[in-house]
């Protein structure tokens, strides 16, 4: 299937790294695709982990 979009179009790829905690790679990848979402995939993956490595509890719309 093909699929046609803008030039404007732009895809960002966030790749969970392996060693991640289930709980982290999910509030990370629904965080991702949030449509308000402007963060990048490196800073979500980063906030993600040190909000879980506190003990804070996550804030999907953070």
């Known amino acids: 299937m093909t699929e ?3 030039r404007s179009t732009h895809f960002a790829l966030l790749v ?31 906030a993600t982990a040190l909000e879980r490595a506190d003990g804070a509890a996550a804030d999907p719309g953070a």
Not at 31 to 37: G, I, K, L, M, S
């Open 16 to 46: 969970v790294p392996p060693d991640t905690t289930a709980d982290a790679a999910r509030e990370a990848m629904a965080r991702t695709v949030r449509p308000d979402n402007v963060t990048q995939a490196a800073q979500i993956l980063i």
């Open 4 to 6: 046609a979009f803008p």
